[in-house]
């Protein structure tokens, strides 16, 4: 019989398979138009945290010396979006009746671009800035859709969405971190590179299947002007902030 040790049942009690373990939907009051949003909502949160395996791959294919250089960071991080992957579409499952064989179909069978981020994959250090633009963007839009969650009165979608949120967290400062660690003689750069990185996510007409810069939609639930006016600072605060 293979015995857990303590440690690793702690890391796996927190995941997707744990907290959505026999998971299904109260009923639901839902007008056709919220069932349809949800849905929506669902489907985008499954390729958004699917594509994180993509940009891994893109990355490793591009400059593979890199993800052996970052791997501390990376593998903790990939790991936790395949689980996000993996939670949302067990809920989107559950939502809408599909075999999760159907909904992986649909979800890989999409094209990715990253010719936009090239000049972001060659340079580590805006390679991290970019994961820290992106996560703390994520963390914000998680954190708002918590209290959107707890109205399905389903505590497994309640925990869910809040471990969610906790893990894009994490992320923010993981690689806030590994920027100081490794490039605090680059930290002059990061303004310029983020009012970038801004430029080309607002820029992108469509989703290309990144990961990262899907945030240009009418119905994204972040502002431009939150971005530019809040979320950047944020960031150029951390970064310059001594732990
Ligand atoms: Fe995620
Ligand atoms: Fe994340």
Not at 190 to 217: I, M, Q
Request: glycine share 2%; proline share 5%; hydrophobic share 35%.
């Amino acid at each position: 019989m293979i015995r857990q040790s303590n440690k690793e049942q702690l890391k796996y009690s927190n995941n997707a398979f744990e907290i959505l373990k026999g998971f299904s939907f109260p009923p639901l009051e839902l007008s056709r138009t919220e069932k349809l949003e949800w849905q929506d909502i669902f489907f985008d949160s499954i390729i958004t945290e699917y594509d994180a395996r993509r940009l891994y791959w893109h990355i490793d294919a591009k400059n593979p010396d890199l993800t052996i250089e970052l791997e501390d960071t990376l593998k903790p991080w990939l790991r936790d979006e395949i689980d996000h992957a993996y939670g949302f579409s067990l809920i989107y499952s559950a939502y809408t009746g599909l075999p999760l064989d159907e909904i992986a179909l649909d979800v890989e069978t999409r094209k990715s671009d990253f010719s936009s981020l090239d000049a972001f994959i060659s340079d580590p250090f805006k390679l991290l800035i970019l994961f820290a633009y992106d996560e703390i963007i994520t963390t914000h839009v998680y954190h708002r859709s918590i209290k959107k969650y707890d109205y399905f009165k389903s505590p497994q979608l309640s925990t869910w969405i809040r471990k969610a949120k906790k893990d894009e967290t994490k992320h923010f400062f993981l690689f806030i971190e590994k920027i100081k660690l490794m490039y605090s003689h680059r930290l002059p750069e990061a303004p310029s590179v983020l009012k970038h990185l801004f430029k080309l996510d607002f820029e992108k007409r469509d989703y290309t299947g990144t990961f990262v810069l899907d945030h240009n939609t009418i119905d994204y639930p972040i502002s431009q002007t939150e971005i530019e006016k809040t979320i950047i600072p944020t960031i150029i605060k951390k970064l310059n902030t001594t732990t």
